[in-house]
């Protein structure tokens, strides 16, 4: 059972983080220091993101997964020291750890950012699915036939710059073939999902600001044909 990562129910401050240090601000505007603003996904940066430091709102609690305004799910989550312990015992895809500072009613924590580079497209089962090309509307004139990898690949480096693609429909490769515990994908949503022992040890240890939804197939986006508005059918 493969699952989904959500914003617990409970979580009525979102985002926990309201800004940042003027300390951040400075080292940017003066020093030339990259910050987490210039995270981005996917990609691996060839550099250190400064991250000092997180100020969470007065009223927030200071949680194991924190959400914050300066950074995005797909680009790097905050997390708490022991919630980095737990999941570097599982198979992570290639990935980048940085220290991060949180501050909470004046008081200093030390975070960690953790930077899941890729996309982890090799878990879709392609032949299954069903992808359009899209404009920024989700509107489509074209469904494209994808078998595998390879040719989804070759399909996006043929796409103008004004669209994009879009799976209607999105199936997995048999769980007991995906080669990792956790991974994100582009493709629908945050995409950011976990195996079933990743998500029972998060839980046995009562991790915080986390948490999870099972994965029904297919998991579906909302496209319609340019021509006519009427949703695709497949």
């Known amino acids: 059972m493969l699952y989904k990562f959500k914003i617990p129910t409970n979580a009525w401050v979102t985002p926990y983080c309201e800004t940042m240090t ?6 940017i505007n003066n020093l030339g220091v990259k910050g987490v603003e210039e995270l981005v996904w996917p990609g691996k940066p060839d550099f250190v993101p400064l991250a000092d430091a997180f100020i969470l709102r007065y009223h927030a609690h200071r949680v194991d997964f924190l959400t914050a305004a ?23 895809p290639e990935h980048g750890i940085y220290d991060a500072w949180v501050v909470h009613r004046k008081k ?12 982890y497209d090799n878990v879709v089962d392609f032949g299954k699915s069903s992808f359009y090309v899209v404009d920024y509307l989700d509107k489509t004139n074209e469904r494209v036939y994808i078998k595998d990898e390879k040719e989804y690949h070759l399909a996006l480096s043929k796409l103008s710059q004004h669209n994009h693609m879009a799976a209607h429909k999105l199936y997995f490769i048999e769980e007991s073939l995906i ?10 949503g945050s995409g950011i999902f976990f195996k079933k022992n990743i998500v029972d040890a998060l839980k046995a240890n009562s991790i915080t600001g986390i948490d999870f939804e099972p ?3 297919p998991l579906t986006r909302n496209i319609r044909w340019a021509d006519t508005g009427l949703p695709v059918a497949d």
């Open 70 to 92: 300066r950074l995005n799910y797909l680009s790097g989550w905050l997390i708490s020291e022991k919630m980095l312990d737990i999941l570097l015992g599982f198979k992570l």
């Open 215 to 217: 994965v029904t197939q």
């Open 179 to 188: 080669d990792v515990d956790i991974f994100k994908m582009q493709f629908i």
């Open 108 to 119: 200093r924590y030390l975070y960690k950012i953790l930077h899941l580079y890729h996309s």
């Open 22 to 27: 003027d300390s951040y601000y400075h080292s």
